[in-house]
């Protein structure tokens, strides 16, 4: 029997720009660094990562790396409020995974969003703050996009309900379209649709249903630019793409995605399990969770006359 021991590659969290050239690191490296996500200023960077064996959302605002949540279970996939004084994330405290929101500066506690017997993703906040996407996850392995009102009886909506897995869904700057990740072509697809509130006016000429495929050859975890005319995505070659999008008067035309450059983001940013591994600051730079070299490769070991059950002869 041959084998060769696992490595873990470090992180580090990099600015690049349009190009992939890069602009500079956040923080130190570390192998366990996941879903960072930028603040709505541009300077604070949220992100989980594991200490002492348990993995919870931290900070890093400047030179200061600070821990944000305590509790001896997962917390993980932070999603900042649009006035960056709030995040929601995922809590696995109460079973599968719960949502619950925090207040930045440290304040207050902890407040339950969502509970549920399906774990919960949390994934964007609407510019008006008045609603948070997230996903759920059943025990058969469907995936749903809700909608949770953040005021009034904050009673959750579906927003797109398929026999696909449907998943990290982004609301668009101006709050009117979703784009999220499908696999019901057979493969990882980005597209877009309309939001409207329930009880909500529709703006004129608004589409109120309807689906644009966005990206054309596979596609994950979708991003919009801060102006809401580009759409970003990873595709199956882990590779940054770029779709323009024109949204006038409630008419929605997405163009030809173009490649921006290899992204070299953790587990390749094809991994749904993980997340998505990138974002996008306001001033248009992008912050990737690069995986670094890993150094020296293990070498192989060769076991030679192995027998697992002595019991047994060898044949």
Same mark, same amino acid.
């Given at each position: 029997?041959?084998? !060769?021991?696992?490595?873990?590659?470090?992180?580090?969290?990099?600015?690049?720009?349009? &190009?992939?050239?890069?602009?500079?690191?956040?923080?130190?490296?570390?192998?366990?660094?996941?879903?960072? !996500?930028?603040?709505?200023?541009?300077?604070? *960077?949220?992100?989980?990562?594991?200490?002492?064996?348990? !993995?919870?959302?931290?900070?890093?605002?400047?030179?200061?790396?600070?821990?944000?949540?305590? /509790?001896?279970?997962? @917390?993980?996939?932070?999603?900042?409020?649009?006035?960056?004084?709030?995040?929601?994330?995922? &809590?696995?405290? &109460?079973?599968?995974?719960?949502?619950?929101?925090?207040?930045?500066?440290?304040?207050?506690?902890?407040?339950?969003?969502?509970?549920?017997?399906?774990?919960?993703? #949390?994934? %964007?906040?609407?510019? /008006?703050?008045?609603?948070?996407?997230?996903?759920?996850?059943?025990?058969?392995?469907?995936?749903?996009?809700?909608?949770? #009102?953040?005021?009034?009886?904050?009673?959750?909506?579906?927003?797109?309900?398929?026999?696909?897995?449907?998943?990290?869904?982004?609301?668009?700057?101006?709050?009117?379209?979703?784009?999220?990740?499908?696999? @019901?072509?057979?493969?990882? @697809?980005?597209?877009?649709?309309?939001?409207?509130?329930?009880?909500?006016?529709?703006?004129?000429?608004? +589409?109120?249903?309807?689906?644009?495929?966005?990206?054309?050859?596979?596609?994950?975890?979708?991003?919009?630019?801060?102006?809401?005319?580009?759409?970003?995505?990873?595709?199956? %070659? %882990? @590779?940054?793409?770029?779709?323009?999008?024109?949204?006038?008067?409630?008419?929605?035309?997405?163009?030809?995605?173009? !490649?921006?450059?290899? &992204?070299?983001?953790?587990?390749?940013?094809?991994?749904? +399990?993980?997340?998505?591994?990138?974002? *996008? +600051?306001? /001033?248009?730079?992008?912050?990737?969770?690069?995986?670094?070299?890993?150094?020296?490769?293990?070498?192989?070991?060769?076991?030679?006359?192995?027998?697992?059950?002595?019991?047994?002869?060898?044949?």
């Amino acid at each position: 029997m041959a084998y !060769r021991a696992g490595t873990i590659r470090p992180r580090q969290l990099t600015w690049v720009d349009r &190009s992939g050239a890069s602009l500079g690191t956040i923080g130190d490296q570390d192998a366990t660094i996941a879903a960072p !996500r930028v603040a709505p200023d541009g300077h604070r *960077v949220a992100f989980s990562r594991v200490a002492q064996n348990n !993995r919870d959302i931290w900070l890093q605002d400047g030179g200061r790396t600070v821990r944000m949540t305590f /509790d001896a279970s997962l @917390e993980a996939y932070p999603t900042w409020s649009p006035d960056g004084t709030r995040i929601a994330y995922l &809590s696995a405290r &109460s079973g599968a995974g719960d949502l619950f929101e925090k207040r930045t500066n440290g304040a207050g506690t902890e407040e339950r969003l969502v509970t549920s017997n399906s774990i919960k993703f #949390p994934s %964007s906040w609407s510019p /008006d703050g008045r609603f948070l996407l997230y996903f759920t996850v059943d025990l058969k392995n469907r995936a749903d996009i809700w909608v949770l #009102p953040i005021t009034g009886d904050r009673k959750p909506f579906l927003f797109l309900q398929t026999p696909f897995t449907d998943v990290w869904g982004q609301f668009s700057p101006d709050g009117r379209w979703v784009a999220y990740q499908s696999d @019901e072509s057979g493969r990882d @697809e980005v597209y877009v649709r309309p939001f409207v509130p329930p009880g909500d006016v529709i703006a004129t000429g608004m +589409a109120t249903g309807g689906q644009w495929q966005i990206s054309t050859d596979g596609g994950l975890h979708p991003v919009w630019r801060a102006d809401g005319k580009e759409l970003y995505y990873i595709n199956l %070659s %882990s @590779e940054m793409m770029a779709a323009p999008i024109k949204s006038t008067g409630g008419v929605f035309a997405p163009g030809v995605p173009v !490649r921006l450059f290899k &992204s070299n983001v953790a587990y390749g940013g094809v991994d749904d +399990a993980t997340g998505r591994q990138y974002d *996008v +600051a306001a /001033d248009g730079r992008f912050l990737i969770n690069a995986e670094l070299e890993a150094g020296t490769t293990p070498p192989i070991t060769l076991i030679q006359n192995w027998n697992p059950d002595p019991k047994k002869p060898q044949p």
